[in-house]
C-alpha cells in the first residue's frame, strides 16, 4: 500500500518538473538563439512479487534525472541592424561576464554598443551588458580596432567575432539567461579559425562544416510549438493520473483500516 504513495508522488513529482521544463519552453518561442529543453526520466528499482507465477515486478515509479538540450539550429530572421549577427552553423558566441570574470557561451547575437568616454572607446556587449570576446578571448574594442585598419581596407565588425565550438554541445551547462557553461563533459571552448582548416579538394572526401557569422540577422528559437503543446497536453494527464493514484491509494488504506 505504501508503495502506491511512493509511486503516485514520484510520478507527481517527475509530471511537475516535466510541466515546469515545457512551460519554460512555451515562454522562450520568441527568445533569440534558445534552444528547446527536455526533462529525461529514470525508472525507480523494481521489485518481483513473491508466489507471483509467472514471476511479477513492481515499480517504484520514476524521478527527474536531466534537463536534455536541443542544439538544433534555428532559422534566421532578418533585422539588418549592424550589431545582430547569427551563426551559421555548429559555433557558440563567447561573453565575459566582468563582474565575475566568468565566460559564458550562447547562440544569441543580439548585441549593442557601449561607449567608453574616458577610455575613448567602444565596446561591443550584450544586452545583459557582458562583453564580447574574439577568437583570442579578448574583448572587442571597435575604436581601436577601426584604427588599425590600412587606409584602402573596409573594416568588417563581424569578422572580429570569435566563434567557439566544442567537442560534445550536449554537456554544456545550461546557467539560464539563454547562457552556456562549459563544464569536463563539453570539453573546452575551441576558437574556431578558418585558415586552419587542412582540406584539398582533390584527395576527396567531404569538405569540414564551416560556420560562418552572418551580419543584419537572429537566430530564432528552435521550438516547435505543436510538439510543445503535445508534451504540455501528455504532461498535464500524466499528472493527474498520477494525482488519481495517490487518491485511490489513501482510500483503499483507509478501507483496511476500517475492516481492522
Not at 566582468?98 to 557561451?105: F, S
Amino acid at each position: 500500500m505504501i508503495r502506491g504513495f511512493f509511486s503516485g508522488a514520484s510520478g507527481l513529482k517527475s509530471q511537475q518538473q516535466k510541466l515546469n521544463v515545457v512551460g519554460n519552453n512555451i515562454a522562450n518561442v520568441s527568445t533569440v538563439g534558445y534552444k528547446t529543453q527536455e526533462q529525461q526520466f529514470s525508472t525507480l528499482v523494481y521489485r518481483n512479487v513473491n508466489g507471483a507465477l509467472p514471476p511479477i515486478s513492481t515499480g517504484h515509479g520514476v524521478r527527474p534525472v536531466d534537463i536534455a538540450t536541443d542544439f538544433s539550429q534555428g532559422q534566421p530572421s532578418r533585422t539588418d541592424s549592424e550589431t545582430d549577427f547569427y551563426i551559421n552553423g555548429d559555433g557558440f558566441f563567447a561573453v565575459e561576464d566582468e563582474a565575475t570574470g566568468n565566460i559564458y557561451y550562447t547562440r544569441n547575437g543580439n548585441f549593442q554598443y557601449q561607449v567608453l568616454e574616458d577610455e575613448e572607446a567602444k565596446y561591443l556587449i550584450t544586452p545583459m551588458g557582458f562583453y564580447v570576446l574574439d577568437s583570442e578571448g579578448e574583448r572587442i574594442n571597435i575604436t581601436e580596432r577601426m584604427d588599425e585598419v590600412d587606409e584602402g581596407q573596409l573594416f568588417s565588425l563581424k569578422d572580429q567575432i570569435g566563434i567557439y565550438r566544442f567537442a560534445n554541445n550536449y554537456g554544456l551547462e545550461h546557467i539560464g539567461d539563454n547562457l552556456f557553461k562549459d563544464t569536463e563533459v563539453s570539453g573546452e571552448a575551441e576558437a574556431f579559425i578558418a585558415e586552419d582548416i587542412d582540406y584539398d579538394p582533390e584527395d576527396g572526401g567531404e569538405p569540414p562544416e564551416v560556420p560562418k557569422i552572418i551580419e543584419g540577422y537572429l537566430e530564432n528559437s528552435n521550438i516547435n510549438l505543436a510538439e510543445e503543446m503535445v508534451r504540455l497536453i501528455e504532461a498535464s494527464k500524466a499528472f493527474q493520473f498520477n494525482a488519481r493514484v495517490v487518491t485511490v491509494t489513501d482510500e483503499l488504506a483507509q478501507t483496511m483500516n476500517q475492516m481492522r
